[in-house]
């Protein structure tokens, strides 16, 4: 057997293979994490990772700023709804949802039935940081795309407070920190990972 492929058996094999109970979808604004966290939460729980707006580029072919240019935000939604329905019904995973995802009931109901809903929930400075080199969020390209944050962060609150469980982000708190400290929650609120009493 070649080397490398020895190496990452052993390390599969290192790796604690824990199972979920239901699937795992992170919500919250755009830069909270929900794609860089769920990545690296899935990695350490050696579980499936699915990104909701990354499994709509791939169905569309295009990026999310192309189908929001083509073919408007209500297309967008009514896509993501359908993307999230589809991915609650495969195997039990950890998904990482779009920013808006959250904010229409029927996900909400939809992501409450079939798995647990997680905030990452981050305050504005920490969203800023993130989001403010980046040029490919189609709802930050405003004339002040830093109040545009501040008024969606305000608005969306009482639907992303909706999810089963809160995890806040710390301003320079690794992924790898932020991770573990999702996954101490995950394992506190009990009935989610496989190897929970
Ligand atoms: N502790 C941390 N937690 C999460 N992300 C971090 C952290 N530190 C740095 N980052 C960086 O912040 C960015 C977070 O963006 P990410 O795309 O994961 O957000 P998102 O919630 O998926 O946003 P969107 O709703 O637009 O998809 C990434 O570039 C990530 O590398
Ligand atoms: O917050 C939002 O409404 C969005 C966040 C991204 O994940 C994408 O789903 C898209 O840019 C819209
Ligand atoms: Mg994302």
Known sequence: MPAIVRAQDEWRAGQARVGLKKTVALVGMMGAGKSAIGKALALRLNVPFLDSDMEIEKAADRSIAEIFQRDGEAFFRAKESQVIERLLLNE??????????????????????????????????????????????????????????????????????????????????????????????????????????
């Open 92 to 197: 039990r995973c950890i998904l990482s949802t779009g920013g808006g995802a959250f904010l229409t009931p029927e996900n909400r109901r939809m992501i409450a039935s079939n798995g647990i809903a997680v905030w990452l929930k981050a305050d504005t400075a920490i969203l800023w940081s993130r989001v403010k080199h980046k040029g490919t969020r189609p709802l930050l390209q405003t004339e002040n795309p830093y109040q545009t944050l501040v008024d969606l962060a305000q608005a969306r609150e009482p639907a992303y407070a909706e999810a089963g469980l809160i995890v806040e982000a710390e301003m320079d708190m690794s992924i790898d920190e932020m991770t573990s400290k999702v996954i101490r929650a995950l394992r506190a609120h009990g009935g989610i990972l496989e190897d929970d009493q």
